[in-house]
């Protein structure tokens, strides 16, 4: 590792570049014309993106029930141990996602004399998924996308993946099998082939075959962001995602093995990932940095974590205080807390509240949050958490109002009240209607 990879930075020599939020457009031009294709000729417009662009075109796109059973036999059969996680996985996704789903009330009260109010919290109909399987099968966000849906009551949840050669027949259509079991044992209802901006454009705007969904959810790359980016208003999306972030807090209590392992578990995300160290002990930054070096070595020279790591870089502060202002500053997307038990960490852990999930403690590793704690690992990055929060059952909620009406001083005050402010904006049929009811009960 040379000596610009990974470097130890004082607070004041952070890059200026590190605060801006980076979004990367380049090859982008393509999305559009893709799903203003599907939006037009439907099913015959994504066999041609396929056809481009994915490993396999099959002639239908959704998945048999059958080869969805078959999917969770062979992983029986073949992996029982993976089974077995993926199912300690999902049970501990919905059970999180059930109390978040519990923490949205309904209620109706008497607001004034007369008048009612109330909301409801209500699950969209139709949701769609979307998994990727490129580099990397990402098998987890099976559960992070399928499990909140099901928590939230979501009638139909249709997930996509993209295509796969088919052992049988390259007629038909396939996903990585891994994927399709935990599909299957999540409680997907529809599993197609489908992959890139013409998936989720099938998804936003449906096609013959495949049904228009309400929400869609789900990782990709920067073409399937884009797409969701621009699918958006048709449909609802969860997050608009950039590069993987990783900031550890830490002080002289961490352990350099573990916190260089979390920095290089995100690293290895992609190229554009970063990971970031702001410690009090520059010994331990020091440590940290060697063991990086140590755990790279054996990497191919193109590994996506040395060209991350060559982006990253440890920070020296004189307090905790201090990291705490840049943690909230940068707002990043996982927040460690590498500190011992004790005041400090509790002080560290009320005042940070920009991050797209915390983890507090030596052993909270990140690893866990991606994988099997419950917590969902669709998260908010490139400073998005400074106003929103991660993939949740609340993305498959909308929270509506009601209003109910009986006789009460507080009707007549606020058709009144209504009657006088519409007239001011010069909305004279608005007046109307709230005085013809006024008159009325007079």
């Known amino acids: 590792m040379d000596d610009k990879t990974f470097p130890i930075l004082a607070a004041d020599s952070i890059p200026d570049s590190y605060w801006s939020v980076q979004r990367h457009a380049d090859g ?3 999305v559009p014309v893709i799903m203003d294709s599907v939006r037009k000729r439907g099913d015959a417009a994504v066999r041609e993106a396929a056809a481009k662009y994915d490993r396999a075109n099959p002639l239908t796109f959704e998945i048999s029930e059958e080869d969805r059973v078959a ?3 062979r992983l029986v059969r073949e992996a029982p141990e993976l089974y077995e996680s993926l199912c300690l996985s999902r049970d501990l996704a919905l059970r999180f996602a059930s109390l978040q789903r519990a923490s949205f009330s309904d209620f109706e009260t008497e607001l004034s004399p007369g008048l009612f109010t109330g909301q409801r919290t209500v699950p969209v109909s139709r949701a769609g998924a979307y998994v990727p399987a490129g580099r990397f099968p990402l098998i987890s966000s099976v559960i992070m996308t399928v499990c909140p849906a099901k928590a939230a009551g979501v009638g139909e949840i249709v997930l996509v993946s993209p295509p796969v050669p088919h052992p049988d027949s390259p007629a038909l259509p396939a996903v990585e099998w891994r994927i399709l079991a935990a599909a299957q044992l999540c409680g997907a209802t529809r599993v197609f082939a489908l992959g890139g901006p013409q998936a989720i454009a099938a998804l936003a705007y449906g096609t013959e075959t495949v049904p228009k969904v309400d929400v869609i959810v789900g990782p990709g790359n920067r073409y399937v962001t884009e797409a969701k980016r621009l699918a958006f208003g048709e449909v609802g999306i969860d997050l608009v995602a950039g590069p993987s972030e990783v900031m550890v807090i830490a002080d002289s209590s961490a352990h350099a093995e573990w916190v260089a392992a979390d920095l290089l578990a995100q690293a290895e995300h992609d190229a ?15 440590s940290v940095r060697a063991e990086l070096e140590r755990r790279i070595e054996p990497l191919p020279p193109d590994a996506a974590a040395r060209a991350s790591l060559a982006k990253s870089f440890a920070v020296i502060v004189p307090d905790l205080d201090a990291a705490v202002e840049i943690a909230n500053r940068k707002a990043p997307e996982h927040l460690e807390l590498a500190l011992d038990p004790g005041p400090d960490r509790d002080g560290v852990a009320r005042a940070v509240h920009n991050f797209g999930s915390l983890f507090v403690g030596h052993g909270a590793a990140e690893v866990l949050g991606d994988y099997a704690a419950g917590l969902n690992h669709t998260l908010p990055t490139v ?36 009657e006088l402010m519409a007239e001011a904006e010069g909305l004279v049929a608005h007046a109307a209607a709230a005085r013809c009811r006024r008159v009325a009960k007079a």
């Open 383 to 418: 400073g998005t958490a400074r106003f929103t929060g991660g993939l949740s059952v609340r993305n498959f909620l909308k929270t509506v109002t009601t209003l109910r009406t009986a006789d009460g001083k507080g009707v007549d005050a606020s058709l009144k009240a209504a």
């Open 28 to 30: 982008l031009e393509g």
């Open 272 to 286: 554009d990932a970063q990971a970031i160290l702001v410690t009090v002990d520059t010994a331990l930054a020091q």
């Open 71 to 73: 999917a969770v036999a």
